[in-house]
């Protein structure tokens, strides 16, 4: 009974052994998850001429430009080449009405399945998504409202076309602006405000209730002050009490303060913004009394570090919802209402300048290039640096140029009286390749 065993085991053991040569001879079975994938390659001009029919409405070479490639990329999500495209802007090289170039940034996601065929769109993240495909469309005019793409060229440049381009900390770097102190900062701790001017080694009580403080009972809890509520420099510290009606400041780091009244008689606030330009020379800015899309507002002036305030009277005569406001220094001054819209035109920044500290006000013309009209209308206080100042333009409620979040900056050699575009500024790096 044992030998017959043995032999069996001997005999299983031929077998495997015969078996696995035989597999390695012969290359195992068949397994389709093991045969090597046929790319093919396809040139993305093959498919041009490629001519739509645009609306009556589509003027601009970007919006002809736009019709035509989403009509030309639909036609490939057709194929079943990719989902979802999605661009973030279109830009005119050159050319003119019957024949121009514009460039293109955007981006597809590639559908499962479709590795075989190959576009050349560029680099598929984990999300099959391809980022930052950037075109130069070439398309001419054929007859009224109708337009070929004739080809089509890539690029690996994500801001072409564009003016110059900062990011944010370049913007405040080539502004002058210098970055917040760490030494300076404030806290509110069980329910008492206070003041420190060394990053935390020695602090200093406010002499104010929590109740007192604008913006308390909302964000106490995030233990945050109302941005514009408070100034805090190595020279003057401040904070707005009662919802604008008085001001605490110390000149000597919290070692004596000072409790001022600006008014008595001020509306139910909406918007504030305290400042100083000097040891002396500081301003408040408070708006109240909303109805709907228009409101009052207030510009208080000191002059003696805070101790007293007067009213330096508004702008007269406007009285658009306040988005910035502020003063260069005790003459030179700025108040920004958001939009201006005219009948049937695009919307504009609506800012005023005074030099004179605040007695007159006069509207400034912010010179918006054609292609960005609509999209940046909010001005924001400018910065100035002698006699040159540069200005920030938000978008405003429609605008959507790439998602909202690029900035317009202007320049001025002229104390602000007028203004010259000098590029755009990119906080959030939307127009830079990851």
Known sequence: MKKTSSRLLIFISIFIVIFVIFQLVNGGP???????????????????PYTVQVEESDQKPETIAYRVWFDFVKSLEREGAIVNPGFTRFTK??????????????????????????????????NRVVPNIVWKLTINKE????????????????????????????????????????????????????VTYDNGKNWRDVPAHVGELLGSESTVTKQQLIDGSYVLKPEITAFVLNGGSR??????????????VVSDQLPFLRFLKLGFTSAQDGYLIVTGDKTMSSEAHFIFKTNDGGKSWANAGPVKDVYSLVTDGGFINAQ???????????????????????ADGGANWERVEVPIPEEYQGYFTIAEVPIFNGNEGTLLVKQGPDGDYLGGKVLAKFTSADQGKTWSFAGLVDPNGVLRTK
């Open 30 to 48: 068949e397994s389709p998850n093991t045969e090597p994938v046929k790319v093919k390659k396809v040139d993305i001009n093959s498919k041009l």
């Open 93 to 126: 090289l050159s050319g003119d009405e019957n024949s121009f170039v514009a460039a293109v940034v955007f981006q597809v996601e590639i559908p499962e399945g479709t590795q075989e065929i190959d576009y050349g769109w560029g680099k598929m993240e984990e």
């Open 143 to 194: 007859e009224e409202l109708t337009y070929t793409l004739t080809k089509i060229e890539r690029t690996t440049d994500t801001e072409i076309g564009l003016p110059p381009v900062e990011s944010l900390e370049e913007y405040r770097k080539q502004a002058g602006m210098e970055k917040p102190s760490k030494n300076i900062r404030y806290e509110m701790k069980d329910e008492t405000l206070r």
């Open 247 to 260: 001001v605490l400041v110390s000149t000597d780091k919290g070692k004596s303060w000072h409790d001022a």
């Open 332 to 354: 030179l001054g700025f108040m920004s209402f958001g939009e201006l819209r005219y009948e049937a035109q695009p919307p504009v920044p609506n800012l005023y300048r005074t």
